[in-house]
């Protein structure tokens, strides 16, 4: 032994002779001296016959602590197959039993001055047991610096059996610490699931993992981390799903149901430790719990952890952006805006511009025409601070084109919304110009030459947006079918959304299931109308059956659910508005109060039951819905030229008033041919013929290319 501790070759011809072996040397420090003296002071404790057991087990274990130790010195020098070889002609099998037996005794609690407390002289020392599992570790490695990895594998399990059937109920505090037992154990804790993942066997890596994991074996706080950070990560990408064993599965709400609950469950676990400063920042936990969050749609959790997240970590506009993006993914556009004012506001007015934070700025005012404003100005700083990169200046000019355009659908003043429409324009047209593959800035360009009449422009770039985009588009057909129908082309438009209904997403299904509708009430079907919405009905109630509740599934979006009540709503409404013109009073009323117990504070609810007094002549009742609608919305045009409307009837003393409701909603939609043609019938009343030729020939131009349906 000393020869192969020098590094001199050692011949195993012979069995070695020499006593001064680990093995021995760990006798004489219990008692057992290898010296003849010392043997005969003891032989009234100890039979001769075990003495003699001992010697020749002792004799037998030198031999294979020679191997382990040559061959830890093959593979120092990096000769994998010289160590393999020299691994092999050690019988771990033969030793299995006795190392098992080796670490129960030695770690065993035992009373102090107790005679039970002299371990028999057969039991191997845990220096002995620390070799020959390194020994059996280092094989391991060496098949795995050959590319054997299951062999590799295999021979890393073979030393947590031997310690797992040992010590069932894992390690107590303070086994292993005079030895290198608790650090072999350690290693190959950690190697078996990497040989594991290697061999292309992950099943075999996640069972390995978890081995490591269900009981105490003494790993520090940051290589506990380490483990299960590791398994979150198999479980999160490895495609593949395996079920917790049955002695682990607890009957509880939140055991996880699959891989990516339970991945999941750690990387909360993680965070945990993170904020409690039990282990150091990692960014790869973080990043790793925001995509799975993100998957499973928990972005309001997420951004509790990215609260939690110590200073110092991130800086006040990054935390403020990655907490904005939480928010806006869960839907709470408003929380996200707050947050991203403040980076653009006094306090950060010293500090360089956060590019990213002013472009979701910028993006989120873009989807809400009463931020428009404000989407201007979250445009204009980018514009102004980046003039390298061209992709953020396009960006920035295509939210800028689509907020000056949702600005001057808000305005009530003449002259700025031209303003703003002419920069809608321009900003939409740099951004095309520059980057025309965006295919988001041909849908907006479409949408806002649409707005402003011109449809040639419009049908061109509607598409455009379908021709690239890859997947079927519901809003790209269902733009063009409008603009189809703006040009009064209402068969085509049809077309065009049945071709679109074949492929498309659900809540696109629904929207487009309506606008055939519509398209067909406007081709005088009311028969195949009622029809349609019959099948959209029935698509809405069958997708509200009660869906089986997880721990971490994902919600769908408060946007998804409205949109969903809204077509629904919009479907009674119009629905009402059908069975008014055929006289069924009590079909159309049925409907009205279908729609009102979905939405019952919405303006077009109480506007569609003024429509249904109005068509039975009760004027005053239909006066009375109309204030309703109004006061819920005050400015919902068809509300307030309605409301003009019944006034009118109400005699000259009437008209003045019927007059400002007009101008009222020519202010706040100038291309309302409905306005411009009950405003030339005031004037007719009033004797003014020529101002009313005038009211009569734009409504009869607006109204050749108003769409079934607005374009906003």
Known sequence: MLCACSGEQFKFEDAPQSPESLATRDFSASGLSSRTGDWESRLDDVQVDEVESTLKEALSLNYEEARALLGRLEYQRGNFEAALQVFQGIDIRGLTSRMTKAIVERTRQRKPRSKSDVIPPSVMSMHSVSLLLEAILLKAKSLEGLGHFIEAAKECKTILDIVETALPKGMSEGIGEDCKLLE?????????????????????????????????????????????????????YGSVETSLPHHLQVWDPTTPKNSREEAILLLLLLMQKVVSREIQWDAEIMDHLGYALSVVGQFELLADYVEQVLPGIYDRAERWYILALCYAAAGQNEAALNLLKKVSGSSEARKKPHILTLLLGAKLCSQDPKHARDGINFARKVIEENHQNQHFMVQAHKFLGVCYGNAARVSISDSERGFFQKESLTSLNYAALNQGEDPEVMFSLSLENAVQRDLDAAFNNAMKYNDMVAENSGKGWRLLALVLSAEQRFKDAETVVEFALDEAARLDKLEL??????????????????????????LIHSQKEPQPRNFVRAKSSDSEVVMEKTVEAEAWQDLANIYSRFGSWSDAEICVNKAKSIEFHSPRSWHTTGMLFEAQSLYREALVSFSVSLSIEPHYVPSIVSTARILMKFGKQSLPIARSFLMNALRLEPTSHEAWMNLGLISKMEGLLEQAADFFQAAYELKLTVPVHPFT
């Open 184 to 236: 072999m154990f350690h290693k190959a804790l950690e190697l078996l699931p990497d040989l594991w993942i290697k061999a292309g066997s992950l099943d075999e890596a996640i069972t390995a993992y978890r081995r490591a994991l269900v009981k105490p074996w003494n790993l520090d706080s940051q290589r506990l981390a380490n483990v299960q950070k590791d398994l979150a990560i198999i479980l999160l």
């Open 513 to 538: 299931l309506r606008l055939k509708a519509v398209l067909q009430i406007a081709q005088q079907q009311p028969k195949q109308a009622i029809e349609t919405y019959r099948l959209l009905l029935a």
